[in-house]
């Protein structure tokens, strides 16, 4: 009887193993680029040349490493906001000026009233569905007489948002708008504990029910020790814990276009680093919502007044960019959203 019993068991387990061996296959199949030439020619308008003007802009020591509330800044989201009105690039209906202004009660004691920075590309078929791109735009400010740049950290993942930007307004002006709403947002007060994007996850300008990703870009403009030989990743982190589907569409969008190394060392749960709770994702993934963090791994310079625009690997941001937008591209045009579901 015994034998019985777990013969049973094993017979069951193997059909339950097969069918989903099944869904992973079917989710696989349904995700795929008809429109892969069109993607491939906005992905020409993301170009190296650019992104460094943008990393040498917000690392200048004009902004005094960015410290949140202090005048560099909020220079720097000045800065931010007048190359969204340059564009012409929308800011949401309820804050005409791109700011949400982070009050000083929500920031640690010692910091003053700060803001993010937002803009938006409304959806041409649904518009209330919102695809989150972001990146935080402060930084450690001046320790000890010395202004931390923060060319990587995050001026890398600030210059990146602005590409896509461009690409996806360039996009809308040809009549291949996104069929989502695109949200281009900046958030304050990370380097101090994520504050910024929990004030904005707390008081969302547009419902976090209706968002269906966020992506998340901090520090992908360097190389860590680890790939010295092979500089061609990326770390993905966070982009199966929600959403199995986001997980495909990132490899399916890599493979389209990029075929960079996706590297999912510090994706474990058990990672000791534990960076899947320290950047701006994690706020959007406490409310539910799929996310996914792109980084490329710590480097000698990091969180030091050494990470200057002269060692970013321009190159290398630009392809890594390029990946994020294929991968926001997909989401935002698909017949259905992806869903928040681990299968």
Not at 174 to 196: C, M, Q, W, Y
Not at 235 to 258: C, K, M, P, W
Request: charged share 25%; aromatic share 12%; hydrophobic share 35%.
């Amino acid at each position: 009887m015994k034998f019985l019993v777990a013969s049973a068991l094993v017979l069951v387990g193997s059909c339950s193993t097969v069918r989903h061996s099944e869904k992973i296959e079917n989710l696989k199949e349904s995700i795929s680029y008809e429109d892969k030439s069109t993607v491939e020619n906005y992905l020409k308008t993301i170009n190296a040349e650019e992104l460094k003007t943008f990393v040498e802009e917000v690392s200048s020591d004009k902004y005094e490493g960015r410290m949140t509330g202090e005048d560099g800044h909020n220079m720097v989201c000045d800065y931010i906001r007048n190359y969204y009105k340059d564009l012409d690039i929308a800011a949401p209906e309820s804050h005409p000026d791109y700011f949400q202004k982070v009050p000083k009660e929500a920031l640690p004691d010692d910091l003053n009233a700060s803001q993010n920075v937002i803009a938006f590309i409304e959806g041409s078929e649904f518009p209330d569905e919102y695809i989150y791109i972001a990146a935080h735009s402060d930084h450690e400010g001046i320790v000890d007489g010395q202004i931390y740049s923060g060319a990587d950290d995050n001026g890398s993942g600030t210059a990146a948002v602005f590409e896509m930007a461009e690409a996806f307004k360039v996009a809308a002006e040809d009549g291949n708008g996104p069929k989502r709403s695109i949200v281009f947002l900046h958030v304050t007060a990370e380097e101090v504990g994520l504050h910024g994007s929990r004030y904005y996850t707390n008081n969302p300008i547009f419902p976090m029910e209706n968002t269906i990703s966020t992506l998340n870009i901090d520090m992908i403009g360097r190389v860590d020790e680890r790939h010295e030989d092979n500089e061609d990743y990326i770390y993905v982190i966070g982009a199966d814990r929600i959403s199995t589907e986001l997980h495909f569409v990132i490899q399916e969008a890599n493979s389209n276009f990029t075929n960079l190394d996706l590297d999912y060392k510090y994706n474990e749960d058990s990672d000791p680093n534990r960076y899947f709770y320290r950047s701006d994702h994690y706020n959007f993934a406490l409310k539910d919502i799929p996310v996914v963090f792109f980084f490329n791994g710590e480097h000698e310079d990091y969180t030091q007044p050494t990470d200057t625009a002269d060692k970013i690997n321009y190159q290398l941001l630009e392809k890594r960019t390029k990946l994020i937008f294929a991968t926001a591209w997909y989401l935002a045009n698909s017949p259905f959203p992806i869903k928040a579901e681990i299968i």
